[in-house]
């Protein structure tokens, strides 16, 4: 689903990504851990196609993203950690101008509209401008507008940010319930207790490298701790 193979990024003399070599199977949670300034948010936005990288390859269902960036945007939905909205429009709006970037067809945009603003607690404001809304309000449409076109892999910068109790806890059900369809979920978090709870298998950045990857029993066996959290795992990994 993801194939990253000596993915570099510089920024003259600083390597904020450093030779990450990745591979993300389909129907898998996978979350990107690392502290701040470790290179997650760069390597999310070479993998949403926001920024190029300095050298190496990025595969999305198998399509170079370099060479042909259309074909592999379409397989993706992402979802940014800051949640830039156009707030003259209203959330319905918006949807519709996603809509109609991915070429959703008007039968399909009713429903699938009605469908997502229900999911995220929204259709109450769903004729009112984004500029009314909260910031967790924001970040839910996001997720919407990611979901609208239907794609095959989710690239996630922070999805809880701003988010309430119950936004969380439908955030964590909704990427389970996502993967189960055989859909794949790329998240970066500083939250480890989501990426423990909701992801299938940990990467560790720390320094622009890739440390570690595997499930949490193999992070821990990595880390030869014996206590239970990731917590303990990511500090003496990342020390």
């Known amino acids: 689903m993801i194939k990253l193979e000596n993915l570099s990024r510089k920024y003259g003399n600083f390597s904020a990504v450093d030779n990450l070599n990745l591979h993300v199977k389909r129907g898998e949670v996978f979350g990107f851990i690392g502290p701040n300034g470790a290179g997650k948010t760069t390597t999310i936005k070479m993998l949403g196609g926001i920024i190029p990288p300095t050298s190496g390859s990025i595969r999305i269902c198998g399509i170079d993203l370099l ?3 259309e074909d592999a945007k379409r397989k993706t939905g992402f979802i940014p950690d800051r949640p830039y909205l156009y707030e003259k429009l209203t959330g319905m709006e918006f949807l519709r101008f996603m809509a109609d970037l991915y070429n959703v ?22 004729f009112e401008l984004i500029e009314s809304y909260s910031h967790g309000m924001k970040q839910r449409l996001i997720m919407a507008a ?4 239907d794609p095959e892999l989710f690239i996630v910068d922070e999805p809880l940010v701003g988010l309430d109790p119950a936004g969380i806890k439908m955030v964590r059900e909704l990427f389970r319930n996502i993967a189960k369809e ?13 990426a423990e709870d909701v992801c299938d298998r940990i990467g ?29 795992v990511f500090f003496k990994l990342t020390n």
């Open 67 to 69: 060479k042909n960036p």
């Open 105 to 126: 067809s008007n039968d399909v945009f009713l429903i699938k509209a009605e469908e997502l603003l229900s999911l995220f607690s929204l259709s109450d404001w769903s």
């Open 146 to 149: 990611a979901l609208l076109h």
């Open 182 to 194: 055989n859909k794949t979920i790329f998240m970066s978090t500083h939250t480890l207790k989501v």
């Open 204 to 232: 560790i950045i720390n320094k622009g490298r890739l440390i570690a990857a595997g499930t949490f029993e193999e992070l821990r066996q990595m880390a030869k701790t014996e206590r239970k959290g990731l917590e303990e």
